[in-house]
């Protein structure tokens, strides 16, 4: 429910251009309310100095004039690269280059694999045979195409053993080359 837009009588303005020097908003908007006898929020208060172009003349930083940090002059460190993290998700990622941006890290399965076997082909994904992302090896990355990786999705054959996960991709390819049939079995003229 929206909150009555509040007119400020002739005295009510007065009063707060008389107070407003030196009073944060809070502290200003308690000192109306009480005058007055009224319940106004802070932000209608904030809203009628804004209108106005009032200033309380106090900083708008929340550090006073004359406050030294207590890390100034300190070399803040960065994280070097090489630096390892968990992403949202739980995979394991690694910084790659300098800056803040979510391009210089990435996923130290990818980088392992592609060391290793070059890059990921397109319609490829990798796979963690035991189901743990955290468990960045070669023996435990699979690459599978994406199609075999909706199929071990659909049914949960990805299991937390990795044998058990590899037979999960043949259920998988045994699944879609079914349904396969089932479509060219379908589509194909009667005679």
Not at 62 to 84: D, H, L, M, Q, W
Not at 158 to 168: F, Y
Request: aromatic share 6%; proline share 3%; net charge positive.
């Amino acid at each position: 429910m929206k909150r009555k837009l509040h007119k400020f009588t002739e005295e009510q303005a007065e009063f707060l251009i008389k107070h407003v020097k030196g009073r944060g908003n809070k502290e200003l908007t308690d000192l109306f309310n009480k005058h007055f006898g009224l319940n106004l929020k802070v932000s209608q208060v904030e809203a009628f100095k804004k209108n106005r172009r009032l200033s309380s003349g106090l900083p708008g930083n929340r550090f006073a004039k004359g406050y030294t940090p207590y890390n100034k002059g300190k070399v803040i460190s960065k994280v070097p690269i090489g630096a390892e993290r968990i992403d949202s998700k739980g995979y394991v990622m690694v910084k790659v280059a300098q800056g803040k941006n979510q391009k210089n890290w990435q996923y130290k399965h990818i980088l392992l694999w592609e060391k290793h076997n070059g890059p990921v082909p397109l319609g490829h994904v990798l796979l963690f045979a035991d189901g743990n992302k955290r468990n960045v090896c070669l023996e435990n990355l699979m690459l599978i195409t994406k199609k075999q990786m909706v199929r071990l999705n659909q049914l949960g054959l990805i299991k937390n053993d990795a044998e058990l996960t590899r037979t999960g991709i043949v259920i998988a390819d045994l699944t879609n080359k079914i349904g396969e049939l089932r479509r060219t079995k379908v589509t194909a003229p009667h005679g």
